[in-house]
């Protein structure tokens, strides 16, 4: 990698953190389409789509937990201390781009195949394992510059996938990841949480899906989280519910294989991630919904 290949790395993660006084020079720098806004970044990164790995390859879906704490034992393996927030994805691009520049000094071969490899390992067990569907969905938000951002992230990754070819064997968060599990044996809530975890669900449901989900379904869009809301969606409707997430699962599908060839074995997962909850709940369908046993609760 190059150094001005590194410093690309480093400009993009800052540009996944709240926005400051360098981040207009940045996205001029980078010749994005404006310059990032609290607004825009808030409503992205704060309440649609969190730049946390935890939360796409945590089996909980959910910030934090044995996900965050593998990455930051990837920060102590590398000899150096932990951020607060050591899976954001900011500090995760910082850190490829700074072990990309110690790989790239005048070292003697053995030490810079440790550290090449030290970087691969990085790349695809802590950035590559979700990055790519993660940017994919900030691609389609209505911020021009924010979903520019998230393009030339994945272009940049896509390159760097491709220099270093994928690992042998996968990622430990997806070869750890539980599966969803089918409410017909008796364990909804367990089922409603895997909707919400991508890593089981092999789809990023956001809120604003949700939303958009409700209007289409034309259902009531009850305050509250997202699990909430999704439950009572079952309450209301649970056929016509079914119908709509096997939908969002079915086109998640089809947005991870659109990767398959940069990431191979990585994106063939979250493929049949997707591809499994499309089977289950086109399996539901056949069920009498009164057997799933999903009810409703107040917020």
């Known amino acids: 990698m ?12 800052v540009l996944a953190e709240a ?3 360098e981040h207009a020079r940045l996205a001029e720098l980078l010749e994005l389409p404006g310059t990032p806004i609290g607004e825009d970044y808030a409503d992205i990164f704060l309440f649609q789509l969190y730049p946390y790995a935890s939360a796409y390859v945590g089996g909980e879906g959910m910030l934090g937990g044995e996900a965050r704490d593998r990455v930051a034992g990837a920060w102590r393996a590398l000899g150096r201390t932990p951020p607060t927030e050591p899976d954001h994805l900011g500090a995760l691009l910082g850190l490829y781009a700074a072990l990309s520049e110690h790989a790239s000094v005048e070292i003697a071969p053995p030490e ?8 691969q390992g990085l790349l695809w067990e802590h950035i590559l394992s979700w990055a790519l569907p993660y940017l994919a969905r900030v691609m389609e938000t209505e911020s021009p510059v924010y979903s520019a951002w998230a393009r030339l ?8 996938a491709a220099r270093t070819g994928p690992p042998v064997t996968l990622p430990l968060h997806l070869r750890d990841a539980p599966a969803l599990d089918d409410p017909r044996r008796g364990d909804s809530e367990a089922f409603l949480s895997g ?11 956001t809120r604003l899906d949700l939303a958009r989900g409700a209007r289409d379904m034309k259902l009531g869009l009850r305050l509250g989280e997202r699990r909430f809301v999704l439950r009572s969606f079952f309450a209301q409707e649970a056929d016509r519910t079914i119908d709509w997430l096997a939908r969002q699962a079915s086109a998640a599908a089809r947005g991870h294989a659109a990767w ?9 997962f979250w493929t049949a991630r997707a591809l499994a909850t499309t089977a ?3 399996s539901l369908r056949e069920t009498d919904v009164s ?3 999903i009810e409703v609760e107040q917020p």
């Open 2 to 13: 190059s150094a001005s290949t590194a410093d690309l790395f480093r400009a993009l993660g």
């Open 19 to 21: 926005p400051g006084p």
């Open 112 to 119: 810079r195949i440790l550290w090449d490899a030290a970087r």
């Open 153 to 160: 992230l994945a272009q940049a990754l896509r390159v760097e």
């Open 195 to 205: 909707l919400l975890a991508p890593v089981r669900s092999g789809m990023i449901l």
């Open 260 to 268: 398959e060839c940069d990431t191979g074995p990585v994106e063939k």
């Open 280 to 282: 289950l709940l086109e």
């Open 291 to 293: 057997e799933l046993d």
